[in-house]
């Protein structure tokens, strides 16, 4: 059973580009969370989607940013107009889903963002 | 708001001997905790989740305490190797649906031969 996966790995973009992040979940999970992580600090969280649906975007800047997960096919986080601070670590998780808030989160390696 | 403490200097323990981690958090009453292990340039990995109503956690070498008085979690790994060096993340969560995680900064583990 394959685990979380991301693509791309490593992105580079210029300022002003666009930066589209994508995160296929473990087979059967059905709930995608996206952190983000600078160096040496803790992973931030950013937002929490089901299919075709947000449930917790409090922690992704109101503007730029975006994700959705669409019935078929991958979670995408999309960065619009990158700056320089938008580099980091951007990771992925799955989960579940089942009842109750327990539910063990399974990550990704990750996609490392660089803008110059 | 809510605010999660970890080691903020790197540990470093002879190998053999009993790493202790610690986490502290204020402002906040989480259901549970969970540790997770980062290697550089990896995701986190899930180590072992424990309840408010739950004292202590066992898994292999691995040890948590969770102390709701004191606000803290101790993360013990016993017989330390030196393939246990990474860093290592506490969270919290909370009754919410949402499931939304609170990651601490982390503390740097190094076991040395």
């Known amino acids: 059973n394959a685990g979380v996966m991301q693509n791309p790995r490593h992105l580079v973009r210029r300022r002003g580009q666009e930066a589209r992040l994508r995160c296929s979940p473990m087979k059967g999970h059905s709930h995608v969370y996206w952190y983000r992580q600078l160096p040496e600090e803790g992973l931030k969280f950013m937002v929490y989607?089901?299919?075709?649906?947000?449930?917790?975007e409090s922690g992704m800047p109101k503007e730029r940013f975006s994700a959705e997960f669409p019935k078929e096919g991958p979670s995408i986080l999309r960065i619009q107009q990158v700056v320089r601070g938008d580099s980091a670590a951007y990771f992925c998780a799955s989960s579940l889903g089942t009842s109750g808030s327990s539910d063990t989160q399974y990550f990704g390696p990750g996609t490392r963002l660089t803008v110059l | 708001s809510q605010k999660i403490e970890q080691n903020s200097e790197a540990l470093n323990i002879q190998e053999g001997k009993t790493a202790t981690l610690t986490c502290n958090y204020t402002n906040y009453s989480p259901a549970y905790l969970q540790w997770y292990r980062q290697d550089p340039g990896r995701g986190p990995v899930f180590l072992l989740l424990i309840r408010e109503n739950e004292k202590e956690k066992r898994k292999e070498r691995l040890k948590v305490t969770f102390d709701t008085t004191l606000k803290q979690s101790l993360f013990h790994i016993t017989a330390s190797q030196p393939a246990d060096s990474a860093t290592y993340l506490c969270a919290l969560d909370g009754y919410s649906s949402a499931s939304k995680i609170i990651f601490g900064s982390g503390t740097r583990l190094s076991i040395r031969p």
């Open positions: 989607l089901q299919k075709e649906n947000i449930i917790d």
